[in-house]
Every structure is written in structure tokens, then in C-alpha cells.
């Protein structure tokens, strides 16, 4: 499995929460990596993407000043500090990895060769 995410669980509002995402194999390689998250009933969406080249990042307007991504590169890993949490933040996470020739920070799912597995994130009210 390229990718596998954990961190996920139950917190109140205005909780904070860790997601990591441990990449490995072809994932390694990746240029771009993102997260993505889907509400029940609702559409996978955007949430952030990092570039390692640059360290440059791109997050969705409803998450942003709130969560943070960032890459260990010696570890290989992808992570998603989420601070004030809301009840409009449960979903499922899913990290993402781009493939060779994805070089921008893209908030299309669509463009995203390899996918975790997901992890659970529920803010209770």
C-alpha cells in the first residue's frame, strides 16, 4: 500500500487533531502531495497540498489559518495539524500523492495518482 494515513478520531470543537500519512514505494518520488476529505452524503474535497521542492502550500478557504500541512522528507511522511476544529470538519481524510509529471499544488482530485485508505475525523458539537 503506497500510502497509509492515521491519526484520525473524535474530538470537541476547537480541539486539535494530528493526521499523518506515511508514504512509501512510487510515493516516495511524488512531488505534490494533498489531502482530501468527503462528508457523509457529500463530494470529496480539496483540504491542503504541499510541494516538497519549494515547501510551497495550498489550502481550501474553509481550512485555512486552521490547519497546517507539512513533509518530513527523511521520513517520508505528509502531515495535516488541524487546530479549532469544527462540527463541518467531520469527514473521512484522505491523503494523496501526486504522480511524476503532477509538479503543481493541485485541488483536483482527479490528478492524484495514489490514495490512503482514509482515516476518520468526527468534532462533536
Known amino acids: 500500500v503506497p500510502l497509509q494515513a492515521c491519526g484520525g478520531g473524535l474530538v470537541r470543537a476547537g480541539g486539535s487533531l494530528r493526521l499523518s500519512c506515511a508514504a512509501s514505494?512510487?510515493?516516495?518520488?511524488?512531488?505534490?502531495m494533498g489531502w482530501f476529505r468527503q462528508a457523509p452524503g457529500k463530494e470529496r474535497e480539496f483540504v491542503a497540498a504541499?510541494?516538497?521542492?519549494?515547501?510551497?502550500?495550498l489550502y481550501a478557504d474553509s481550512v485555512k489559518g486552521r490547519f497546517t500541512i507539512s513533509r518530513d522528507n527523511a521520513k517520508n511522511t505528509v502531515s495535516l495539524q488541524m487546530n479549532s476544529l469544527k462540527p463541518e470538519d467531520t469527514a473521512v481524510y484522505y491523503c494523496?500523492?501526486?504522480?511524476?509529471?503532477?509538479?503543481?499544488?493541485?485541488?483536483?482530485?482527479?490528478?492524484?495518482?495514489?490514495w490512503g485508505q482514509g482515516t476518520l475525523v468526527t468534532v462533536s458539537s
Open positions: 504541499i510541494r516538497w521542492t519549494d515547501w510551497s502550500t
Open positions: 514505494g512510487r510515493t516516495s518520488s511524488s512531488y505534490v
Open positions: 494523496a500523492g501526486g504522480g511524476r509529471y503532477l509538479s503543481v499544488l493541485s485541488t483536483h482530485d482527479y490528478e492524484y495518482d495514489y
